[in-house]
């Protein structure tokens, strides 16, 4: 599906351009034409071919994904690949993050994004469009600004949930750690890779933005993508917290296993020393030989349990003493 937008010199906003008029809108230096590329069908990618020209291998990075973000630098544009996250549902798991793909042209007088699926950030920028031209009005390193300004920004909520998943997994540590805790900080570690290993590179890519002599950013725009860099230089320290956290999770939770399977082993040592005298006591009596006690009839029964209840509480006096229980 193609969206496009164009905002000309003279003041004129135009909304979903046909193709028949990109020629027209590039020609103009002033103009500003950004198209929005979405599940495109071949046909659709081929604007990029023969509208723009750019470079085979750049399209063929388009139509195939890449794990990494990247930037290429060309004479008349430069080419983006960055990164969204959302969340999906899994069939053992409640959630994990997922990783999508955005590519980006930025030129003189244009801007192209081109996407698998959904994004936020595009989607958010295309609402802005519909409702105006204020973010088109002033320039293609401003819209390009406001992609990844509204990229990144979306990262935060992210950030809130897998939070308040931990801190959820701390409360069950404390509570009454379970085996599905386990799965749990699995999961949480997981999302929280995924989240770093986007958002460690990105933190480059993003940086070179304001540094003088980019092609295509203007000075005056420096500060925006500064703002932009600070966001994800915080989003990258955030991950890096939480994933000491995890960690301090997972000794917090292994720690607890061992403390209730040490207390069983305690429980199980009093109880079998407990059985132990009376073991003894009736293994004694029950001997197949003559015993004098035998000789006295009912008090010989009596004499035995007297020495069961007198070892019985000796051992509990002495455990409560230690204090065993």
């Known amino acids: 599906m193609i969206s496009s937008w164009a905002h000309l010199d003279d003041g004129t906003y135009l909304q979903h351009p046909g193709r028949e ?5 590039l020609a103009g230096e002033g103009n500003l034409l950004w198209i929005d590329l979405e599940d495109p069908k071949p046909d659709e990618i081929a ?37 969204s996250v959302f969340f999906y549902a899994e069939k053992r798991m409640e959630e994990a993050l997922s990783i999508r793909e955005l590519d980006i042209f930025v030129g003189r007088n244009y801007v192209i994004t081109h996407h698998q699926g959904h994004i936020r950030s595009v989607s958010t920028n295309r609402k ?27 990262y935060f ?10 801190e959820g997994i701390e409360e069950e540590i404390l509570k009454e750690p379970k085996p599905d805790v386990l799965a749990k900080i699995f999961a949480a570690k997981r999302n929280l890779l995924t ?29 925006y993508f500064k703002d932009v860099y600070d966001h994800i230089l915080r989003i990258y320290d955030i991950s890096e917290s939480s994933r000491d956290l995890i960690s301090a999770d997972m000794e917090a939770y292994l720690s607890s ?4 399977l040490n207390e069983i082993m305690k429980t199980l040592t009093i ?25 006295w009839g009912v008090w010989g029964y009596l004499t035995a349990w007297v020495f069961i209840i007198l070892s019985s509480v000796g051992m509990f006096l002495y455990f409560k003493r230690k204090k065993l229980i």
């Open 128 to 154: 802005r469009c519909e409702q105006g031209s204020h973010i088109m009005g002033r320039g293609a390193d401003y819209l390009f600004y406001n992609m990844l300004d509204a990229l990144v920004d979306n």
């Open 21 to 25: 008029r990109y020629g027209e809108i």
């Open 271 to 295: 109880i079998a020393t407990f059985v132990m005298p009376l073991t003894l006591i009736t293994g004694f009596y029950g001997m197949n030989v003559e015993i004098p006690e035998f000789r």
């Open 157 to 166: 909520p992210i950030l809130d949930i897998l939070g308040e998943r931990l």
């Open 257 to 260: 296993i061992s403390f209730k």
């Open 47 to 83: 604007i990029l071919r023969d509208e723009f020209r750019f470079h085979p291998l750049l399209i063929d990075d388009c139509i195939a994904s890449h794990s990494q973000p990247k930037i290429d630098e060309f004479d008349d544009y430069f080419f983006l690949v960055i990164h």
């Open 195 to 223: 989240m770093r290993k986007i958002v460690g590179p990105q933190r480059e890519i993003i940086g070179r933005f304001m540094r003088p002599g980019f092609p295509f950013i203007r000075a005056e725009m420096r500060p």
